[in-house]
């Protein structure tokens, strides 16, 4: 499938020169210099399971879902790659095994594929980045396998913690937190209600405030 026409290029306009997270503070310059700043719709894919994989991004702001099979496995943040763990596999042919839909208008650093291989082999730092990258998303697919089987008060409690920095954006809703979960919004919505009575969360307008994270912590054990 061509996704290319749900991508805007930003007209005029380069990939910011400050980075979206600290942790890309010593690699930004390298990274632009060689990217382009791609402007994504709400609800557009960036690509889908089966395109072939000929570019490597950073989301610069905004989220997107990582999905596959229509089941949610991610939302990806600024500062977080995308495409890079196919590079090292050594077949010219790769493609997506998921697909990746921008949440809201978000905006990426698109690199070729080639151009990303050449920097994570000719510099240690943008290799390391990227290492590390793969590394915390395989850590945490790992960690929902292993508590899909809890209760869903307990998968809830697992999200609000591994994604605490989402919830400080209006863009993540309840469907999405039931998607990443396995269950309704209305099991969320009851759920965090609950949470909100025990004073273990709170609210500022639409936004989750974490109180209580050493009760969300044991009901993860």
């Not at 005029?12 to 382009?36: F, R, V």
């Not at 791609?38 to 570019?55: C, M």
């Not at 269950?183 to 009575?197: D, G, H, M, N, Q």
Request: glycine share 4%; net charge positive.
């Amino acid at each position: 499938m061509n996704t290319q026409s749900t991508l805007v290029l930003a007209q005029g306009s380069n990939p910011p020169k400050k980075p979206p997270t600290d942790e890309l503070s010593q690699i930004w310059k390298s990274l632009i210099k060689l990217g382009t700043k791609v402007v994504l719709e709400r609800k557009s894919n960036l690509f889908v399971a089966g395109d072939q994989n000929k570019h490597v991004y950073i989301v610069i702001s905004g989220y997107l879902m990582l999905t596959k099979n229509n089941t949610l496995l991610d939302i990806v943040e600024p500062g977080q790659s995308l495409g890079a763990a196919l590079l090292n596999s050594g077949n010219s042919k790769q493609t997506y095994p998921v697909s990746a839909k921008a949440i809201d208008q978000s905006e990426v650093l698109q690199l070729s594929a080639e151009v990303a291989f050449d920097l994570m082999n000719s510099d240690h730092s943008v290799n390391e980045y990227f290492i590390r990258q793969f590394k915390e998303r395989m850590s945490y697919l790992q960690l929902c396998r292993s508590i899909e089987n809890l209760p869903v008060t307990n998968r809830i409690a697992f999200f609000l913690l591994q994604k605490k920095s989402l919830l400080k954006s209006t863009t993540i809703t309840r469907k999405m937190i039931a998607q990443a979960v396995n269950t309704t919004p209305e099991t969320v919505i009851r759920t965090l209600a609950i949470f909100e009575k025990q004073k273990i969360i709170a609210y500022a307008g639409r936004k989750i405030i974490l109180i209580d994270s050493n009760h969300l912590e044991n009901l993860c054990l």
